[in-house]
């Protein structure tokens, strides 16, 4: 509440400052409770709307949710980038071994393996199934290999392209491949997804705003009586504003904590037949749930939808009942 | 306490109900304002609550010239001014008590000051003891002594009434006249539309007429 205009005038009550702040906690107190009993009875009503709201913010929390687990999952899989070496067919034994001397002392080299041409051509007979057409050919075509884990230190995209010239440089390196495309594919993919997700969000929490907002709608036209009394006896925007305000509060209160409900209870009822899944492939990834702060965030950015969409049902329906 | 000048009011619809109407009423007096219906009663009290603006001309109140309110000054302005409606305008989702509570919670009076200042009120127009009634259970007559005891619990400086005793039989209409008359005794400017001849003859106050939106008369009654 503003400051009282110094009307002229023999009769005007004082009031205090430290009444004025007492009273405001006070009407915010009843207000808050006063919305929470209007919701409570009509609790179906409520918790259709409640509802909505709640399955409106799962959804896309949902989504969010799994999209982590999926990159979470690609970076178990994939620890860091390899380097795939591939010599000049031909290479003499001794060189070989003189270059991977040369790894084991680069400090950006963690370890290295070493596939002969006969070790590859098995591999790839097994894996291929053209076992008897390479068995034809007289010779093996397969050049030797080295496959390079870069340590730690050198992961950056500019010390990794760094180590792969040095390399390169090599007369013994026909050529060198880096082996992260389909991490930053998956992670590509993983961005686009967000990004889906982000826009899916908005639409989503736009509705939330009219689902509220329309709930208020009802409400203030049902209240019009009382919001014109209010008026004329000297209310404020404000003072009209704060019931429906603590309104939108409390739905997003419940929608909130719906919403929370239900990702937990999807979360939950999954999580059983991850950790099977998870167990076949000798991994003991687990699904990552929303957590305290996942939930708290939930909850408040619905209480936020809630106030908004509040604030702008009220804003425009209340000026259509000015008493004028 | 109040002053029109040249005041029009030209509603949307074209219709003009008040043309170049001055008066002034000053502070502490009592006023009463009669014409036929449509002559623009309700018109002119609506212009000194702004519930409406006029076209022209300017009013004035507690030497505030109302044209220079700024929008969120208006409720502010609403607190001086006591307000008796001829439908009463109460809530009956709550109880008498909560209804002439209803300003002193706008204005932010101390809940336990509510309380003394409600039933002094309320004691005052004789409904004390139904201070925990809906308002619906009351009579005509108790239901406008209410919506007297909302208008005044907050001490304002301007008292309105619009027909206050347009529904009521002749006893009842006199005795709200008296509790008027005490309010203004106490200093209150107070501003009475009223076409009940006998009843503003025994009050004998100034008397404004209104013709057709135009101030034709003021003084005492003839
Ligand atoms: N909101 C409005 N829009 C258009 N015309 C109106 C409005 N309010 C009142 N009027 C007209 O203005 C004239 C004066 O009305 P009013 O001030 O209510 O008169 P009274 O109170 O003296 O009966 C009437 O003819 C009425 O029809
Ligand atoms: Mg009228």
């Not at chain 1, 999580?271 to 749930?289: C, E, H, I, K």
């Not at chain 2, 109900?17 to 502490?28: D, H, P």
Request: glycine share 10%; proline share 5%; aromatic share 6%.
């Amino acid at each position: 509440m503003s400051r009282e205009p110094g009307a002229r005038g023999a009769h005007l009550s004082r009031t205090g400052i430290a009444d004025v702040w007492q009273a405001w906690q006070q009407h915010h107190r009843n207000s808050a409770l006063d919305s929470f009993g209007r919701l409570a009875e009509t609790p179906l009503q409520t918790l259709m709307t409640a509802l909505v709201v709640a399955i409106a913010l799962a959804l896309p929390t949902t989504l969010l949710l799994a999209l982590g687990n999926v990159q979470s999952l690609g970076e178990r899989w994939e620890s860091g980038p390899k380097m795939t070496v591939f010599l000049k067919l031909g290479a003499q034994d001794a060189a070989i071994a003189g270059l991977r001397d040369k790894l084991r002392q680069m400090p950006d080299v963690q370890e290295h393996e070493y596939i002969s041409p006969a070790q590859a051509l098995q591999s790839f007979q097994a894996q291929s199934g053209f076992s008897e057409a390479l068995a034809a050919l007289d010779t093996n075509p397969l050049p030797p290999t080295l496959v390079i884990t870069p340590a730690p230190t050198a992961v950056d995209p500019v010390n990794l392209e760094t180590l792969r010239q040095r390399i390169a440089a090599d007369p013994l390196v026909d050529e060198v491949s880096l082996d992260m495309d389909w991490v930053r594919r998956l992670n590509a993919i993983m961005n686009l997804g967000k990004q889906l997700v982000l826009a899916l969000a908005l639409l989503l929490g736009a509705g939330v705003l009219l689902v509220i907002g329309n709930t208020i709608r009802l409400e203030i036209e049902s209240r019009r009586e009382e919001i014109v009394v209010v008026k004329l006896v000297g209310g404020t925007d404000g003072f009209v504003r704060r019931p429906f305000l603590y309104t939108g509060f409390w739905y997003g209160v419940f929608g909130g904590l719906l919403a929370c409900l239900l990702v937990s209870t999807g979360v939950a009822s999954l999580g059983g037949s991850v950790r099977n899944l998870a167990a076949t492939y000798q991994d003991t990834f687990v699904l990552q749930g929303l957590g305290l702060a996942g939930c708290a965030a939930l909850v408040g950015s619905c209480i936020g939808l809630g106030l908004l969409g509040a604030w702008l049902a009220v804003g425009r329906h209340l000026s259509a009942i000015e008493p004028r | 306490m109040i002053e029109f000048h040249n005041v029009s009011k030209r509603y949307p619809n074209g219709y003009e109900a008040l043309t170049r109407v001055s008066l002034q009423v000053g502070e502490g007096e009592m006023v009463f304002l009669t014409g036929h219906s449509g002559a623009g009663k309700s018109t002119l009290m609506k212009l000194i609550m702004l519930m409406e603006r006029p076209s022209q001309g300017q009013v004035v109140v507690g030497g505030r010239n109302l044209d220079r309110l700024r929008p969120n000054q208006i409720p502010f302005h609403r607190r001086q001014v006591g307000v008796v409606f001829q439908n009463h305008q109460l809530l009956f989702d709550r109880s008498v008590f909560d209804n002439v509570a209803l300003p002193l919670q706008i204005a932010g009076v101390h809940p336990r000051e509510i309380g003394r200042r409600v039933r002094a009120s309320l004691d005052k127009v004789g409904l004390l003891d139904h201070e925990r009634a809906n308002p619906i259970t009351l009579s005509g007559g108790e239901q406008q002594r209410v919506g007297i005891a909302r208008a005044v619990v907050n001490k304002p400086p301007v008292l309105l009434a619009d027909e206050p005793t347009g529904n009521l039989d002749p006893d009842l209409s006199s005795d709200i006249m008296k509790l008027f008359c005490e309010f203004n005794q106490v200093g209150v400017t107070v501003l009475i539309a009223s076409h009940d001849w006998s009843l503003i003859r025994s009050v004998g106050a100034r008397v404004l007429t209104l013709e057709q939106g135009q101030l034709t008369h003021d003084g005492a009654l003839q």
